[in-house]
């Protein structure tokens, strides 16, 4: 039985983005294959928006980018988390986990 697909939450693709680049360089291709992979098939993020943010995170100084061969003998922008990135996963991770708990509170709670 396939799993269906659940819509991300606005503000979560530069958190998920973030946390992918943290096992190293990688092209907006992969970002896309490795959200779909990790999340087992529960997201499934288009190149439409996966492009944008790569290129929002590089004007931050979060990530930076260059070009070299993919896979299959492509051009292709590579990019890696800079060390303002690793930070900013940290912030962002944070704050992630005190939404999920208090939002885990809020569903229990009777």
Partial sequence: MPTPKTDLLQGTLDLIILRLLRAGPANGWDVTQAIQATSRGALDVNYGSVYPALRRLESQGWVTA?????ENNRRARF???TRAGHRQL???RAAW???STALEHILHSD
Avoid: D, I
């Fill in 66 to 70: 260059e070009w070299g061969p993919s």
């Fill in 90 to 92: 940290a912030v962002e």
């Fill in 79 to 81: 990019y890696q988390l």
């Fill in 97 to 99: 986990e005190r939404f």
